[in-house]
């Protein structure tokens, strides 16, 4: 009897609901395996109909279909002669599984459901599946007809199994069962089950590479034996990008990895493993045999296969591997990239158009298409005959070959300058250079003609036209002159999208791009409907911070010298007017009223630390201790609060983004808060003040030097805050300065610097008069 076997895991890039598309790329993963001596395959999570179907989960069309595309897997002559699974959906007695079925020579051997459910995140299984719970058991699962008219079969044992071929066992994990507290695979393995499979469906996160490689080699270093790990990559519909990195681990060591990001469609990743370095590591571990020989018994479905052979002395055992993860800016170039060529591929339109401002978004989102080129041309020398295929069908060019990402993108992407009276002359001159360097077609606008005919229709209506606050005007009439700049450059997006491949000779449209960052988005500083709003925006889950780091990076490797200057420019939205001077006298981080640093903190402590406003001061105190007072730290946090409960309505509509940052504001899926708050928290703000009372006895003010902005610590005027920044010039919205004139008056709020808070003896929680009308903590009517 042979000891070595060689096993496949599968990289698949799967789209929901495309069968006949899933079908051909889980035979092409099965034949790669087998041309390469692969004696078993295994898939990624639900490879079948692919991950992202979720309400068409509910329909039975998706899990019979399901079962038509099994059958013709089945039955192809490709799978003969090996052991293979595949992730499907099953529905047994009138409950939904998750499940991975597993055949051999056109035989069915286990239907084997997920057994806990992902619901962290973006992931909602719940809503469409259920657990399996009757553990270490087995029912008989009635065959479809369809089924049973190829392999004969009436029934197949469904639930908590594990196959034992002649050689060695087989059990499964499923996703989440790898991460959950109470993981199966130590179960197994003291059952003497040898090798561990899990197909996944993991997405990317910024810095989160490696807690999957972490996983795999701890669980088989802790239990022995081997774990093969198969993960989906790519855009399957939805707004994140599945990672890639499927996985072979064997005794603690990884043995082999996918790609993390690539445009390549299948990916089959082998490892050659010794039987009986299994067998020797497990008795070597005298704790592990104590526990093993009182362990459960899993049921096992025998498979009469030898997956090793008797001529296997001279195959070599694949050696450990040693990996490096991409780095945060590594991850930026190449995920969102990948991201948006599965949806420009898929989605049927002939390119991108931008707008683009000369900042550090647009042009990241810029630099991203650029990245995303320079893969096209890489995948197509490495004979990518899909990718080839693919952007000849884009371009409406069946002879076209890119040779050159900066030609390629040229075709590929339109950017757009839409000036201004009140855009420097820097900013177009940032924008035309780095369109040139990217080598994207460009195009310069002025949205003055359009902007002064919306206000002649007012002021024919009214009879008065709106002014600049620097010219007199009020904080509304500022805001709305702001505003409708930038809601005019959205609409002049949309129609030269529709209409500049027409203008170049080409079929088609093009896909608009959004460039506000994962930050802006949180602090709402951003106008409903304006650039924000577009069709799809590859930095909308990334900070303002990390893309600095992107476009620092990206200067050196695709070699664009331009970029230094604009990460060196201070953020400006250039809605109002220019000093005499042609200088600006606007700027973002003034605007908002905090600092980029600090806002990426408040978003992670509000979302990945689950603080509310109290909870992040007391949290802000220690951290910040030596740069603020208690008073200073308060008025942060309070203001970031106001303007994020003023401004969390604009997350309703908020431009669909490749998640990459666990602290998204993402309304959609990720981030599930109310859009109406009650922007004053008075009882949460009340708390604070109580706080800082205790504090003021024993609070000693540092000596030491208040750190600069970009340490986190920028020195915010007290006065501005107190105005709770209504006056957002970049992108406040209508609501913001309705709320400012008509809902909340500042009047009421605890004032920290100018009149401290004093909490009035006989202090009760609420205050009822002898109306009965009910008042908040600061004496507010509720």
């Known amino acids: 009897m042979g000891r070595k076997i060689t096993v496949a895991v599968t990289t698949l890039n799967q789209w929901a609901l495309d069968f006949e598309g899933n079908m051909a790329r889980i035979l092409q993963s099965i034949l790669e395996a087998k041309d390469m001596g692969a004696s078993y395959r295994t898939g990624p999570e639900l490879e079948v109909c692919g991950y992202s179907c979720e309400d068409h989960f509910r329909e039975t069309d998706t899990f019979l279909h399901s079962w038509e595309t099994l059958v013709e897997i089945m039955m192809s002559p490709i799978c003969e002669n090996m052991l293979v699974d595949v992730g499907m959906p099953v529905m047994h007695q009138n409950v939904a599984y998750n499940c991975r079925v597993a055949f051999f020579n056109r035989q069915l051997l286990l239907i084997r459901p997920k057994m806990a459910m992902c619901d962290d995140g973006n992931y909602r299984e719940s809503r469409w599946f259920t657990a399996w719970t009757k553990s270490l058991r087995t029912e008989e699962y009635l065959l479809p007809r369809l089924i049973t008219k190829h392999t004969g079969q009436e029934t197949v044992p469904f639930g908590d199994a594990v196959i034992a071929t002649r050689d060695t066992c087989i059990g499964y994990e499923i996703c989440e069962e790898l991460w959950n507290v109470r993981s199966k695979h130590i179960e197994m393995s003291l059952s003497g089950v040898e090798l561990i499979v899990n197909g996944s469906g993991s997405y990317m996160e910024l810095r989160k590479a490696h807690i999957t490689n972490d996983l795999i080699c701890n669980a088989s270093f802790k239990a022995g034996g081997a774990y093969l790990f198969s993960n989906l990559r790519g855009c399957d519909g939805q707004r994140v990008y599945f990672n890639g990195c499927s996985a072979i681990a064997l005794n603690g060591d990884l043995l082999a990895r996918g790609k993390q990001f690539a445009l390549q469609d299948v990916e089959v990743i082998l490892a050659t493993i010794d039987l009986e370095e299994i067998r020797a590591y497990r008795v070597s571990l005298r704790s592990r045999c104590s526990a093993a020989a009182g362990a459960v018994t899993y049921p096992r479905i025998r498979c009469d296969f030898e997956m090793s052979t008797h001529s296997d002395i001279f195959k070599i055992s694949t050696p450990p591997l040693q990996l490096t993860n991409h780095t945060p800016e590594e991850e930026i170039a190449l995920g969102p990239a990948c991201w948006l060529w599965d949806y420009l591929r898929r989605s049927g339109q002939g390119g ?98 359009a902007v002064n005919a919306l206000l002649s229709i007012f002021n024919a209506v009214t009879g008065l036209t709106p002014v600049f606050r620097t010219q007199g005007g009020c904080a509304r009439q500022n805001l709305a002159l702001q505003n409708i700049q930038s809601r005019i450059r959205m609409v002049l997006a949309y129609i030269f999208a529709q209409l500049m491949l027409w203008v170049r000779n080409r079929p088609g449209g093009l896909l608009v791009l959004g460039s506000s960052n994962v930050d802006e988005s949180l602090r709402g500083y951003l106008t409903k409907y304006d650039c924000s709003s577009a069709d799809i925006n590859p930095i909308g889950g990334i900070s303002k911070t990390d893309l600095r780091r992107f476009l620092a990076y990206a200067r050196e490797k695709f070699n664009l010298p331009v970029l230094e200057s604009i990460i060196d420019a201070p953020p400006t939205a250039e809605l109002e007017p220019l000093l005499a001077n042609g200088e600006l006298l ?197």
């Not at 931008?354 to 042009?363: A, N, R, T």
Request: with cysteine; glycine share 4%; hydrophobic share 35%.
């Open 586 to 782: 606007q700027t973002d981080e003034e605007d908002m009223g905090m600092s980029y640093a600090e806002l990426s903190e408040f978003g992670r402590l509000r979302k990945q630390f689950f603080c509310g406003p109290y909870s992040m001061f007391c949290r802000l105190m220690a951290t910040w201790k030596n740069g603020l007072s208690p008073k200073e730290v308060a008025e942060k946090v309070k203001h970031f609060f106001r303007c994020y409960a003023i401004n969390r309505h604009k997350m309703t509509v908020l431009t669909p983004s490749v998640h990459a940052e666990n602290y998204s504001p993402d309304d959609n899926r990720f981030d599930h808060r109310p859009f109406l708050y009650r922007a004053n928290w008075s009882w949460q703000f009340k708390a604070i003040d109580d706080e800082i009372d205790k504090l003021q006895p024993i609070y000693t003010p540092s000596t030491q030097m208040r750190p600069k902005s970009d340490e986190l610590l920028l020195s915010v005027d007290t006065s501005t805050q107190q105005s709770l920044h209504f006056d957002d010039s970049k992108h406040s919205s209508p609501l913001s300065s309705a709320s400012l004139d008509v809902g909340v008056s500042t009047a009421g709020l605890p004032s920290i610097d100018n009149q401290p808070w004093k909490k009035p003896s006989g202090y009760s929680k609420l205050h009822v008069n002898v109306l009965g009308k009910i008042k908040d903590r600061t004496g507010i009517p509720v």
């Open 352 to 449: 991108f158009f931008l707008p683009l401002s000369g900042g550090v978004d647009s042009s990241s989102s810029a630099t991203i298409v650029y990245s995303m080129c320079q893969q096209i041309v890489h995948a197509v020398e490495l004979g990518d005959a899909q990718v080839l295929y693919d952007i000849r069908k884009i371009l409406a060019d069946t002879d076209y070959t890119p040779i050159n990402a900066a030609a390629l993108c040229n075709r590929l992407l339109v950017t757009c300058f839409m000036g201004s009276v009140n855009s420097s002359k820097e900013t177009r001159c940032r924008a035309a250079q780095l369109a040139s360097q990217l080598g994207s077609y460009h195009i310069e606008i002025s949205i003055d003609l």
